[in-house]
């Protein structure tokens, strides 16, 4: 994300058609490089420390399954923004922030194990706030890839909450 980001600031390039520009052709590449492309500093800086430390949380309590939740959270987003995003680029990691967030809230909500349920209340804690992003209050944020986040997350999340491959 931040190598992106250094070439195009290096090379005063625009990436942002990379992102997802819904119902297009061309815009199906952003399903893939949506959470890698950023509009500014302020932009990836706000999306860097989530991203590192809830990552790391998935990371160091859920191992085994955590490639699974990090690739579902980082593609399923950018894909659900492609059928039902304002026509516009939508760039930034908020839509994997997002599915990573409900996914470790949701997930000791399904789960009921003292571990999870404890990973939750944490991550509430910090991320609570988080909510109001999947509502339309900014024209100029793409709202739409914060609410398919959260749905993926939660969806992952319930899909998951029976297996035994998990740690706990």
């Given at each position: 994300m931040w190598a992106v980001f250094a070439l195009e600031y290096s090379y005063n390039w625009d990436l942002g058609f990379l992102g997802v520009e819904p119902?297009?052709?061309?815009?199906?590449?952003?399903?893939?490089?949506?959470?890698?492309?950023?509009?500014n500093l302020?932009?990836?800086?706000?999306?860097?420390?989530?991203?590192?430390?809830?990552?790391?949380?998935?990371?160091l309590f859920y191992d085994r399954i955590a490639n699974k939740v990090f690739m579902q959270c980082y593609f399923i987003p950018s894909l659900l923004v492609w059928f039902i995003g304002r026509p516009?680029?939508?760039?930034g990691a908020s839509g994997l922030i997002y599915g990573l967030a409900a996914?470790?809230?949701?997930?000791?909500?399904?789960?009921?194990?003292?571990?999870?349920?404890?990973?939750?209340?944490?991550?509430?804690?910090f991320y609570g706030g988080l909510i109001?992003?999947?509502?339309?209050?900014?024209?100029?944020?793409?709202?739409?890839?914060?609410?398919?986040?959260?749905?993926?997350?939660?969806?992952?999340?319930?899909?998951?909450?029976?297996?035994?491959k998990i740690r706990t």
């Open positions: 119902l297009t052709f061309t815009g199906l590449v952003g399903i893939f490089t949506m959470p890698m492309i950023h509009g302020s932009h990836i800086a706000s999306n860097t420390l989530p991203l590192i430390f809830l990552g790391s949380t998935l990371y516009f680029y939508h760039i996914f470790l809230v949701s997930f000791g909500i399904f789960r009921k194990d003292r571990k999870s349920i404890i990973i939750s209340v944490v991550i509430l804690l109001y992003g999947v509502l339309p209050f900014n024209r100029y944020v793409s709202w739409e890839a914060h609410l398919m986040g959260a749905i993926t997350g939660v969806a992952v999340a319930f899909g998951f909450a029976k297996s035994k």
